[in-house]
Structures are given as structure tokens and as C-alpha cells.
């Protein structure tokens, strides 16, 4: 196999459309794309377009949008 055709397979199976996103939310495909404006879906905006990468939207979709260990940003007091 050609490898800049392996290497064009194996990019766009490492990213996730917006398309799909909604498919699988049962959203339109503009919700999808205020929740990426918003920050709320991880991604990287490269010009007019989103890269979402499957791993991180997978991460986001497992832990319902919520990070896996919270960060408090220091306003909790620890205990003594």
C-alpha cells in the first residue's frame, strides 16, 4: 500500500466529524458546533475548520463531558 495513502487512512480514522459527533448526541450538526465554540467538546479550530481528535471526543464522551479528576483551581482548603 501506498504510504501517503496509509498515512491519509490513518489520520481522518484518528478524528471524528462533526457529523458524526451529532449522529451520535442526536444533536444538529449546529449545537455541535456552538459546544465546540463554547469549549465543551475538546478541539483545535485550524482556520474555519475543527480538528477533534476520536481519542479526545471518546475521553469526552465517557466521562459525560467532565474531567476525570476535577481541578479546583485552588479554592479548596486542605484539611489538617
Not at 465543551?40 to 469526552?60: M, S
Amino acid at each position: 500500500m501506498d504510504s501517503a495513502l496509509l498515512t491519509a487512512m490513518t489520520s481522518s480514522m484518528a478524528r471524528i466529524t462533526v457529523d458524526e459527533i451529532a449522529r451520535r448526541l442526536s444533536l444538529g450538526r449546529l449545537a455541535i458546533y456552538e459546544l465546540l465554540q463554547r469549549g465543551e467538546i475538546p478541539a483545535i479550530r485550524l482556520g474555519r475548520r475543527w480538528i477533534i481528535t476520536r481519542y479526545a471526543y471518546d475521553r469526552w464522551e465517557h466521562t459525560c463531558g467532565q474531567n476525570a479528576v476535577p481541578f479546583d483551581h485552588g479554592r479548596t482548603q486542605a484539611q489538617v
